[in-house]
């Protein structure tokens, strides 16, 4: 089966930022594949290089089998882009958006469908400026399939919403695929990007630090999970680190955070706060995720 996109040893530097640093990967027919990592990583520039909108320095880059710079034309008719800064005139109607939009393309599928699709059949007058966040960012996914593009782009798309319309939002991209499209899917959350993604490639200073399955990557880190606590008052945090089974030991807005692994790791981590003395609260813990394995190839924490 051929790959969607194909990437090879691509660099973009930016003056001295070498935003982009050495990076290859393969999207398949069909998944959702996830660029993550935090701000400032790379992604933006990696997928606005993807899609030719930005020329490389070095590497090559090929979409549906099209270089995307010298068939630039070419694959626009054949992909969808939501980007992150995308911005509409505050005048233009909702329905004047997609029409504009649809001129752009030789192969259109009719918005009216579109509109409904996504919830927007009732703003179909309304000016852009009057909308709110939510049907904002629905209306940049419309016009991103106004061209019934067999390549989606979506970069951070549920950044500034709340956590109800976050939620209905992955629903639409699981419906974007299921449409049988290629969703390429850009974001800093990692809770989404395990959430929706098939694969995906973890970026960080430009350069690709884990690439695999969510559960493969969560997999790698051997089982670990967390104990969190809330200590109010001394914690012995030397004698934790050397347990056996604890990796990192850290604190966290009044929390402290054991990471480790093994069948009496938390069991461990429990006695000796006991046998210490130590008053703690709220302990709870937590299975190991993306962060963890940001964490692991890191020794940062990408929420930061
Ligand atoms: P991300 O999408 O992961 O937040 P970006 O691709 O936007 O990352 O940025 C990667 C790096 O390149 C950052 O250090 C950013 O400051 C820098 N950068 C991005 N765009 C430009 C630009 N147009 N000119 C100069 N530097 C840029």
């Given at each position: 089966m051929q790959s969607v996109i194909e990437v090879s040893n691509l660099r973009k530097r930016y003056g001295s930022t070498l935003a982009v640093d050495d990076i290859s990967l393969t999207v398949q027919p069909g998944e959702i594949f996830g660029i993550l990592g935090p701000n400032g990583a790379g992604k933006s520039t990696l997928v606005e290089t993807i899609v030719g909108l930005r020329q490389p320095d070095a590497g090559a880059v090929r979409v549906l089998g099209l270089d995307p710079q010298r068939e630039h034309n070419r694959l626009v008719q054949r992909i969808g882009i939501q980007l992150q800064h995308a911005a509409l005139?505050?005048?233009?109607?909702?329905?004047?958006?997609?029409?504009?939009?649809a001129s752009f393309y030789v192969r259109t599928t009719p918005w009216q469908p579109?509109?409904?699709?996504?919830?927007?059949?009732?703003?179909?007058?309304?000016?852009f400026a009057n909308l709110s966040g939510g049907q904002k960012q629905r209306l940049f996914i419309a016009l991103a399939l106004v061209n019934d593009p067999e390549v989606v782009f979506l970069d951070e798309l549920t950044t500034g919403l709340d956590p109800q319309a976050r939620r209905?939002?992955?629903?639409?991209?699981?419906?974007?695929?299921s449409q049988g499209k290629t969703v390429v899917l850009v974001t800093h959350f990692m809770d989404e990007a395990q959430f929706l993604c098939d694969r995906l490639a973890i970026i960080d200073a430009g350069r690709v630090i884990a690439l695999d399955t969510p559960a493969n990557l969560v997999r790698g880190l051997d089982g670990g999970s967390r104990v969190?606590?809330?200590?109010?008052?001394?914690?012995?945090?030397?004698a934790l680190r050397a347990l056996p089974g604890v990796?990192?030991?850290?604190?966290?807005?009044g929390d402290?955070?054991?990471?480790?692994?093994?069948?009496?790791?938390?069991?461990?981590?429990?006695?000796l706060l006991a046998a210490s003395g130590s008053p703690f609260q709220n302990l709870r813990t937590e299975q190991a995720?993306?962060?963890?394995?940001?964490?692991?190839?890191?020794?940062?924490?990408l929420r930061d």
């Open positions: 005139p505050d005048r233009l109607a909702v329905w004047e958006a997609l029409d504009l939009f579109l509109l409904e699709a996504w919830g927007l059949a009732e703003k179909r007058n309304t000016l209905a939002t992955w629903d639409l991209v699981q419906r974007i695929r969190i606590f809330a200590a109010n008052g001394a914690t012995p945090l030397q990796s990192q030991v850290e604190r966290s807005q402290v955070i054991v990471s480790g692994r093994g069948d009496t790791f938390v069991s461990d981590v429990v006695a995720d993306l962060e963890d394995v940001f964490m692991a190839r890191t020794g940062r924490r």
